[in-house]
Structure formats: C-alpha cells, structure tokens
C-alpha cells in the first residue's frame, strides 16, 4: 500500500471533498492549531476556495472552536465534538501537569476560584481578549502574569469551562463554553474511545497504534482498546512487519509531480510519531529542529522536500523554498502552483523563490 498517497487523500490534502471549515474539522476530529495563523492555512488548505476569511467567520460563529484537548495543546473542533473529547483526555491532561501547577502555585482551590471568576466575567455572551481576561484575575489580587497566565487559561479550557470566541481586530478572545457548546448526551468511556480512533484513522490512516497513543495523548493499552472497540469499521494490513490502520481502501496516488505547502505544525506531520514515511530522517532536524517545533513544510509526491517562509509584502506574498535538493523542471513548476494557491488564499500576489 502507498502509505503517502493514502494520506494524502485521508488528510484532504490531495483532495478536498469537504466544502466547510466544520466539515473539515469534524472528519478530523482534531486539528492542530497552537501557531493561529498557521492553523488558518492548515484548514484552507483542506477547504475548496477558503480564504483567510472564510476560516476566521467559521472560528467566530463557533462552528470551530480553538482550544486546548488532546496533549494539552491548542486544536480546532467542533462543537459537537468538543465536550466529550474533553471528557476524554482532559482531567488526564490536567493531571499530568500537576507539579507544574504545584510550581506556580497553582492549588486546586486558586484555579477553581480562577474559573469562577471567568464565569462570571463572561456571563451573558461577554468575550474576552487575553489580557482582559488576566485583568479579571488581578483585579481578585490573583496573580496572572506569564507561564501562570497561559496554564490558568488552559486548565480552565481543559476543565470544560472556557473556549475560543471570536476574534476582536487582531486579538484572539475566550468565550464561556456553555455559550458557545450546548450540551449534549453524555457518553461511555468505550464509545468515547471507540469515535477517536475511527476519527483517526479515517482522517490519518495507514497508521498504527503507536501513531493512535502519541496523537491522542492515551496510554498505549489504551489506544489498543480504541482500535479494538472500533475495529469492525477499520481495514489493516502488514507493512515493513508492523499493523497499520486505515479506512476506505488504498488510495490512487495523485499525478505527479503533485506539490503542496504545508503549514507549521500540519497534521501531516505532528499527527504520527513515525514520521519516516514521509520525511526522510537525514533531513529531520531540518524540519523538526527540537522543542516540539514543526517548519512549514514543501511536500512532493507526498515526501517532505524543505521547508518555507513567507514574507509579506504591499499586495503581495513573497514564498521561499529552501529544498534539500535541486528540483526538476516540473516539481519547479508544481512547487509554483502550489505557491500561487496559497497567495490564492491570502488573496496576495505570489512571489516564490527557490534556494538549497
């Protein structure tokens, strides 16, 4: 089976048959989303004829929602996802970063007290910007400056309490979940497990279990359950000697050369921990050069070939690829067009320049 070819397609990237950012998200699950306006690309990308805009109105009308779930890091989902994702991961999340909480003297009785103070803020519709939001704490002589601010903020995300609201001009804001997530039926642990790993590999398969545990953040016994609990709705197949999930038979590789840009952080890449069918290991510190960083990434015929950046300009994008080699004329000429749909979505001119 081509791995790359099929996750191409599962990820939407090689096709998009969805026609909203919600659509999008929701066959995801999750999609990553910590970088903002990288994850805005992330999301055009999969959408036919988005623009930055179209994103931005999903994310304001609470069709997708930003917040803190799996791994304890930023992602978009969607409303009807959202609660029982949270019950989930996140009083495992939270109780993974108990001591750093304890290093920031954060007790449960200052955060609990931190949420009630955000409920109250938020009532009746309000939405916050962050430093508003740290206003209301020092305003209760509750100190919320720095790496105290961020995990209060992302507790309070992960207790179900706060989420994303709209953006106000250029500044993110919070909004009180209950205002923008209704409730809903409740579900079992097991059904729980069951959606996610059918949610992930339907949108990120051929993968394995392994891949399953580091994205969702679950023990591995865990994930092994979920595939278990799902598995009358999953194909697999023996690749390299290891079990690989996957749904909606093998995928037909695009034309080649067939060239994309992906954004920092893409699910493409962070949603696997074995990276290896898709980036070449010689290369891996190019890319991903520690810390958790992921690089805007050039993908040809489904391998990462470098990475890129953007500078804007008065009217105009101006893309640099910087290639672990020289590419042919046609890959050159699939890299342009992938360059000129993104300018397409910033509605920019492109300008694409190519260095080794």
């Known amino acids: 089976m081509p791995i790359t070819a099929h996750r191409l397609a599962r990820q939407l990237i090689a096709r998009q048959p969805l026609k909203s950012p919600a659509a999008v ?10 970088d903002y306006l990288a994850a805005l690309w992330a999301l055009g990308l999969r959408t036919p004829r988005a623009s930055e805009g179209t994103i931005e109105a999903a994310i304001a009308d609470g069709s997708v929602i930003r917040t803190h779930a799996f791994r304890g890091t930023w992602q978009y989902v969607t409303p009807g996802d959202l609660r029982w994702m949270l019950g989930l991961v996140g009083a495992r999340v939270i109780a993974a970063s108990a001591s750093r909480y304890r290093e920031l003297e954060l007790d449960p009785k200052t955060l609990m007290r931190c949420e009630e103070l955000f409920a109250r803020a938020l009532s009746g519709g309000k939405q916050l910007t962050r430093a508003e939001m740290a206003r ?5 002589r509750v100190p919320a400056v720095n790496r105290r601010l961020i995990h209060i903020l992302g507790h309070a ?40 790993a059918s949610r992930y590999f339907q949108s990120r398969g051929p993968a394995t279990d392994r891949d399953l545990a580091w994205w969702t953040g679950l023990p591995l016994t865990m994930a092994r359950r979920a595939i278990d609990l799902s598995a009358g709705g999953l ?9 690989y999930w996957f749904t909606g038979g093998a995928a037909r590789p695009a034309r080649s050369p067939d060239a994309h840009l992906l954004p920092a952080f893409d699910e493409y890449l962070v949603g696997y921990q074995n990276r290896s069918a898709m980036l070449d290991p010689r290369h891996l510190r190019k890319v991903n050069a520690g810390g958790g960083m992921l690089k805007p990434a050039v993908v040809v015929d489904g391998r990462v070939v470098g990475t890129w950046r953007r500078v804007l300009e008065k009217g105009s ?5 910087l290639l672990f080699e020289p590419p042919s004329a046609v890959q050159h000429n699939a890299i342009t067009k992938a360059t000129d749909r993104y300018a397409g979505f910033l509605g920019l001119t492109p300008r694409l320049v190519i260095r080794r």
């Open 25 to 34: 998200v929701a066959w995801f699950g999750a999609i990553q989303a910590q």
């Open 136 to 140: 209301v704490l020092t305003q209760r």
């Open 157 to 196: 995300e992960l207790d179900g309490v706060i989420c994303s609201g709209g953006r106000r001009g250029k500044q993110p804001t919070f909004a009180l979940l209950d205002d923008r997530v209704p409730r809903s039926r409740p579900i079992s642990h097991d059904e729980a497990l069951a959606r996610i």
């Open 235 to 243: 194909e697999s197949a023996m690749i390299d000697g290891e079990r």
């Open 317 to 321: 994008v101006s893309v640099t690829a």
